[in-house]
């Protein structure tokens, strides 16, 4: 692996489509970033983390019924207590009769690097199943519904193409929110995969060799990294600002 090769997260490639500045200075990280307090949203990462790790050492264990009885870890607070039980329940009841044969959660950190060889895209999979007919299934755990289409999603995107190059014939996306027990799936055949990770350079490369990205303001702004550093968001009056930092505008 080359240090020097830009790293690029499947999260960022919605922040291409964003700010092309943010996105650029994402990328070539530390200088100026500053993350902002995410207490609740971490205590909720906590949560999905928790119910995840349960849910892969009871696919491992060899069954999914011990999850219908299993205890939340000690150290959450109530309502986390009933989530945790929450997204067990929908779990056993979306996925207890999807086929699948469980990968391992060493097979779930590899770091791929795009053919252009101008950047490397890494990621972390998410619970991956051995299908019928040379397929994988992708099991996308959420507590509510995904922001975009599963199909369409560019993290989605990113993990199916190194399904692909890994041998998998098409990948099964499902997507299960573990809040309301809702599934939603997604069918990406090789043809498809093979669009995708075309899109993914197309996307990162005009970022990465635009000489002047622009900053481009919006919802997003709220929870921007270099957001101090923003030479357009620095010229906002305050009233501005505090929306933004509030997620209020648009
Ligand atoms: S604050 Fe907003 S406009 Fe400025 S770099 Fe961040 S996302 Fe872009």
Same mark, same amino acid.
């Given at each position: 692996m080359d240090s020097e090769r830009p790293r690029v997260r499947p999260s960022l490639l919605a922040v291409a489509a964003q700010c092309r500045l943010r996105f650029v200075r994402e990328v070539g990280g530390g200088v100026g970033m500053v993350r902002f307090s995410r207490a609740n949203a971490d205590r909720a990462f906590l949560v999905g983390n928790l119910v995840e790790q349960a849910i892969e050492q009871a696919h491992l264990g060899g069954g999914l019924d011990g999850l219908l009885h299993t205890e939340p870890p000690e150290g959450l607070l109530a309502e986390e207590r009933w989530l945790f039980r929450r997204g067990l329940d929908h779990y056993v009841e979306l996925a207890g009769e999807r086929p699948g044969v469980p990968r391992t959660p060493?097979?779930?950190?590899p770091l791929i690097e795009h053919s252009?060889?101008?950047f490397a895209l890494s990621l972390r999979l998410d619970l991956t199943f051995d299908i019928e007919d040379g397929g994988v299934e992708l099991r996308r755990l959420g507590f509510?519904? !995904?922001?975009?289409?599963v199909g369409e999603d560019p993290r989605v995107h990113a993990q199916a193409v190194h399904l692909a190059r890994d041998g998998a014939a098409f990948v099964q996306v499902a997507h299960l929110d573990l809040l309301h027990g809702v599934l939603r799936e997604a069918l990406l055949d090789r043809d498809r995969i093979r669009r995708a990770a075309h899109d993914i350079g197309e996307r990162v490369l005009d970022v990465l060799d635009d000489p002047a990205p622009q900053a481009s303001p919006g /919802? /997003?702004?709220?929870?921007? !990294?270099v957001l101090r550093s923003c030479p357009v968001v620095s010229q906002q009056p305050p009233a501005e600002l505090i929306l933004m930092a509030t997620g209020e505008v648009g």
């Open positions: 060493d097979e779930r950190f252009s060889g101008r509510g519904a !995904p922001r975009t289409d /919802w /997003w702004c709220h929870q921007c !990294p």
